[in-house]
């Protein structure tokens, strides 16, 4: 019973990761990209408000809880479950170590002030944006293989 409410609970949290993700691939980045500088930093600020703590922590728990199926299930399903784990903690790393401090800095700017020789991190941030996003994918992917083997 645990193993199952673990299970839906894994493919939950897998999905709305790579849900999310995706959505912000797919509509928000070419709606900042084509922005002038003042409107990306002004939207950029809004939209970012209500992603932290939801998003990390949803990662995040997801990782244990896939972690914690890969020690509670001893068929060939721990193995992939590890798996999903690992692209999902490759998920984090990109977040935190490369998107979040792009959005930090774009944070602290004035929309209606945007200094002279700015650089804009919407190529960057987009790069980054999409790698976690095929990580995430990837992750739910594997992760629904784990919850079909068990």
Known sequence: MTEAVLGVVLL????????????VALSVVPALWVMPAERYVYTHQLIGRHWDPVM???????????IALAVLTPT???????????LLLCVSVVSHF???PLNRTVKTLDPTRIPDGWKDPRP?????????????????????IAALCT
């Open 98 to 100: 490369c998107n979040v």
């Open 12 to 23: 939950l949290g897998s999905g709305l990761t790579a849900g999310v993700l995706f959505a």
């Open 76 to 86: 060939a399903a721990s193995g992939w479950y590890i798996a999903g784990a690992v």
């Open 124 to 144: 960057v941030w987009r790069r980054w944006h999409l790698l976690r996003t095929a990580l995430s994918i990837l992750a739910l992917l594997v992760n629904t």
């Open 56 to 66: 990390p922590i949803t990662v995040l728990s997801t990782t244990a809880v896939a």
